[in-house]
């Protein structure tokens, strides 16, 4: 039994090896396999088909409502029966009133077949062609900002698994050259060079650095879960990612000026653009509301009905009912136009309305003005940023250069008897820990670069050569 159970096990784990797939993603790539996979994003993307379908069709409000239907019926009282009874049945009724009244005069059955249809126009048409398309440039630019907002936290993720993984490499590192200095004091200890005391101290700090690598490789693993989910992988896919990004990152290093970046881009921003669209459907619903309530409405109706009888079994003089055994048809058409009266009247409903629309109008102007401003501080805020990390990279550079001198130093110290373990590692934990630094000093740049992109609705390259056409014109 466990045997069996040990060959479906391995079964299972090598079905799942594979079909999973391995990715060898660039940042470019990681975001071209995120726009087409996510599924928030896909959300997105059938909400912007709901509105592009109301604006390519607005214009079927045109089209007249028709209507058909086929009807047959019997009444438990025929015409001429229910004459009689009427006539039977009143006070000052005589014999030979009610003998005039023919015993049946028409079917017990009629089948009928109608058709209808209306047409109506109203100020509010015209109006809501512009509601609409102002709905559409509203869902457009919410899936725009979708997709950039998407592509800045693949990008970011990406360098937050580069530095992720950076610190798990460095921790194993350390691992194996405490488990070498562990291995060098055992063979010292057997060789009576050393007492236990040493041997007892590596094997310590050999062991401190076990649970920092479980832990590292814990949130390393966990990111990049998340990750794939983010792409619209599988759990079981395999992702290899590039390292040298982080070097890249910075390459066009132009100088950036706070004041004219806001000036240029600022109304370019998607969360802008997002208010004014809204400014915009917002002031088109107002005049639909208005259009709806005050302004004619033209209808045109048009039916026709034809109706023939169908001869029941009660029908005592076949030749008096032969008549209804043809069609009888019948229609109708129509012409109006109404005007409301009642919108004339200040106070009404259709003016409370559209003053509770104006207010939204007004409030939405204020956030719009606000906005501007939070946006004016951002983008200045992140040229500051940018221009700290700079500086802290050249810094971290440097003190990288200087851990590596000093750790070749005591590393050469240590093989030869004149530097104390304790001492040795503490050189090469800070040699880590200034190799990381400078790994995160780049991540933070990158990052804020992709901050800054996002803010102004720009890639760096855009603004570079926008920059040098000012110059050259």
Same mark, same amino acid.
């Given at each position: 039994?466990k045997?069996?159970?040990?060959?479906?096990?391995?079964?299972?784990?090598?079905?799942?090896?594979?079909?999973?797939?391995?990715?060898?993603?660039s940042?470019e790539?990681?975001?071209e396999?995120?726009?087409?996979?996510?599924?928030?994003?896909?959300?997105?993307?059938?909400?912007?088909?709901?509105?592009?379908?109301n604006k390519?069709?607005?214009y079927?409000?045109?089209?007249?409502?028709?209507s058909?239907?086929?009807?047959?019926?019997r009444?438990?009282?025929n015409p001429?029966e229910?004459?009689?009874k009427?006539?039977?049945s009143g006070?000052?009724?005589s014999n030979?009133?009610?003998?005039?009244?023919p015993s049946?005069?028409y079917p017990d059955?009629?089948?009928?077949?109608?058709v209808?249809?209306?047409?109506?126009?109203?100020?509010?048409?015209?109006t809501?062609i512009?509601?609409?398309q102002?709905?559409?440039?509203?869902?457009l630019?919410t899936?725009?900002?979708a997709?950039a907002?998407?592509?800045k936290?693949i990008?970011?993720?990406?360098?937050?698994l580069?530095?992720?993984?950076?610190?798990?490499?460095l921790i194993?590192?350390?691992?194996?050259m405490?488990?070498k200095?562990y291995?060098q004091?055992q063979?010292n200890y057997?060789?009576?060079?050393?007492?236990?005391?040493?041997?007892?101290q590596?094997?310590?700090?050999?062991?401190?650095?076990?649970?920092?690598?479980?832990q590292?490789q814990?949130?390393?693993?966990t990111?990049?879960?998340?990750?794939?989910?983010?792409?619209?992988?599988?759990?079981?896919?395999?992702?290899e990612l590039? &390292? /040298?990004?982080?070097?890249?990152?910075?390459? $066009?290093?132009?100088e950036?000026?706070?004041t004219? #970046?806001?000036?240029?881009y %600022?109304?370019?921003r998607?969360?802008i653009?997002?208010?004014?669209?809204n400014?915009?459907l917002l002031?088109?619903?107002?005049k639909?509301?208005?259009?709806a309530?005050?302004?004619?409405?033209f209808?045109?109706?048009?039916g026709?009905?034809?109706?023939?009888?169908?001869f029941?079994s009660?029908?005592a003089?076949a030749?008096?009912?032969?008549q209804?055994k043809?069609?009888?048809?019948s229609?109708?058409?129509?012409?109006s136009?109404?005007?409301?009266?009642d919108?004339?009247?200040?106070g009404?409903?259709t003016?409370?309305?559209?003053?509770?629309i104006? &207010? /939204?109008?007004?409030?939405?102007k204020?956030? $719009?003005?606000?906005?501007i401003?939070?946006?004016d #501080?951002?983008?200045?805020? %992140?040229?500051m940023?940018?221009?700290n990390?700079r500086?802290?990279?050249?810094?971290l550079?440097?003190s990288?250069?200087?851990a590596e001198?000093v750790?070749?130093?005591?590393?050469?110290?240590?093989?030869?008897?004149?530097?104390?373990?304790?001492?040795?590692?503490?050189?090469?934990?800070?040699?880590?820990?200034?190799?990381?630094n400078?790994?995160s000093?780049k991540?933070?740049?990158?990052?804020?670069?992709?901050d800054?992109?996002?803010?102004?609705?720009?890639?760096?390259?855009?603004?570079r050569?926008?920059?040098?056409?000012?110059?050259?014109?």
């Open positions: 039994m045997k069996t159970f040990f060959l479906l096990t391995l079964i299972c784990f090598s079905l799942q090896a594979f079909s999973a797939e391995t990715y060898r993603l940042l790539e990681a975001v396999i995120a726009l087409k996979n996510n599924l928030d994003l896909k959300t997105s993307e059938i909400a912007l088909r709901t509105k592009q379908r390519r069709q607005v079927n409000q045109l089209m007249p409502s028709l058909t239907g086929v009807t047959l019926s009444s438990n009282l001429g229910s004459m009689r009427m006539f039977s006070s000052g009724s030979g009133a009610t003998s005039m009244i049946s005069v059955w009629t089948a009928s077949f109608q209808n249809g209306t047409f109506s126009l109203n100020g509010s048409f015209f809501a512009e509601t609409v102002n709905d559409y440039i509203a869902g630019i899936y725009e900002d997709k907002t998407l592509s936290n990008k970011q993720a990406y360098f937050d580069i530095y992720l993984g950076e610190n798990v490499n194993r590192e350390s691992l194996e405490a488990e200095r291995q004091a063979r057997n060789s009576g060079l050393v007492p236990d005391v040493d041997l007892l590596a094997q310590v700090s050999m062991e401190n650095v076990r649970p920092q690598l479980l590292a814990n949130t390393y693993d990111s990049l879960l998340q990750f794939k989910i983010n792409l619209g992988l599988n759990i079981e896919d395999i992702i590039d &390292d /040298s990004v982080l070097d890249a990152a910075d390459a $066009l290093q132009i950036l000026d706070a004219n #970046l806001s000036n240029q %600022l109304n370019d998607y969360d653009q997002s208010i004014r669209a400014i915009d002031q088109a619903n107002k639909s509301t208005m259009a309530a005050m302004s004619p409405t209808s045109v109706s048009a026709y009905l034809p109706r023939i009888g169908v029941g009660d029908v003089d030749d008096k009912n032969a209804y043809d069609w009888l048809d229609g109708s058409f129509s012409i136009l109404s005007i409301p009266i919108t004339l009247i200040p009404t409903r003016y409370t309305q559209a003053a509770e104006q &207010d /939204s109008i007004d409030s939405m204020v956030t $719009l003005e606000n906005a401003r939070l946006a #501080l951002e983008i200045r805020s %992140l040229v940023n940018i221009d990390a500086e802290q990279l050249e810094v550079q440097s990288v250069t200087l001198t750790y070749q130093r005591y590393s050469d110290g240590y093989r030869l008897g004149t530097v104390e373990i304790l001492d040795f590692e503490n050189v090469e934990n800070q040699l880590n820990q200034a190799r990381l400078l790994v000093g991540v933070t740049l990158a990052k804020a670069l992709m800054l992109e996002y803010a102004l609705n720009r890639s760096l390259s855009e603004i050569e926008n920059d040098i056409e000012e110059i050259e014109q």
